[in-house]
């Protein structure tokens, strides 16, 4: 495989049904990567708009999967954060969890 291919998909995980278009994966990882801090900015404006006052929640990375095209982040929260520490902004790519899956870029509380 070069990192050369192209097309489009539809997605589905769970409850999100997402269209993908693909491009040279050198084009679309650079360009992910350098809006980065505009993403994350978004996901702690969607957390605050979701969330209540005081509510603990994180930023996750996906581990690139699926011979390395699958790339994300999200904001995640459960009630069992509640006594998490706050650690603020790990700096990319992120702290790998124990049990793996997601890397972990901050864990964060609503204003």
């Known amino acids: ?6 097309g489009r998909a539809i997605e589905i995980n769970g409850r999100l ?3 993908v278009d693909f491009f040279p994966r050198e084009q679309t990882t650079a360009a992910w990567l350098r809006d980065m801090p505009k993403h994350l900015e978004q996901l702690h404006i969607w957390a ?3 969330l209540p006052p005081g509510t603990v929640y994180e930023i996750r ?3 690139p999967g699926d011979y390395g095209r699958t790339q994300g982040v999200a904001w995640y929260h ?3 954060m509640a006594d998490w520490e706050v ?3 790990i700096p990319w790519p992120g702290e790998k969890t ?3 899956g997601y890397m972990r870029l901050g864990t964060f509380r609503t204003p």
């Open 61 to 63: 990375g996906r581990i």
């Open 87 to 89: 650690t603020g902004p």
């Open 1 to 6: 495989m070069t990192g050369q291919e192209q």
């Open 78 to 80: 459960e009630p069992e």
């Open 17 to 19: 049904v997402t269209v």
């Open 98 to 100: 124990p049990l793996g």
């Open 48 to 50: 605050r708009e979701a």
